[in-house]
């Protein structure tokens, strides 16, 4: 028997998203970012449990962010703050690809 998980208010969102960056930029992608203070601002937010960037060793124009949130509401509230679209503003100057892993995890 197989369970269906929905977006439930007790359902915790777990992402994983890969940027590929123009080739050499990646290092100045994080740099603009942090100096945006998008990830400070991020584990600011009531619910979130995880913000935080990966750099993988074999891919130089990638960067992994994985994103820890306590529902999907609270994730939805996150996608309207300010900084949030900054950093999309800041992607269309850096980011190529971007690639998204979404997972649910009951709490």
């Known amino acids: ?14 992402l994983n998203v890969t940027y590929t960056i123009r080739p050499g930029k990646r290092e100045e992608f994080y740099k603009t970012v942090t100096q945006a203070g998008i990830p400070k601002k991020s584990r600011e937010e ?26 999907q509401t609270v994730l939805n509230i996150h996608k309207e703050t300010e900084h949030f679209k900054q950093l999309q503003v800041i992607k269309d100057s850096y980011v190529t690809e971007v690639e998204f892993e979404q997972f649910m995890a009951l709490s």
């Open 1 to 14: 028997m197989s369970q269906s998980i929905s977006a439930q208010s007790d359902t915790t969102v777990i």
């Open 46 to 71: 009531d619910g979130n449990l995880k913000y935080d960037y990966y750099f993988p060793a074999d891919k130089k124009d990638q960067i992994l962010l994985i994103e820890v949130w306590k529902d």
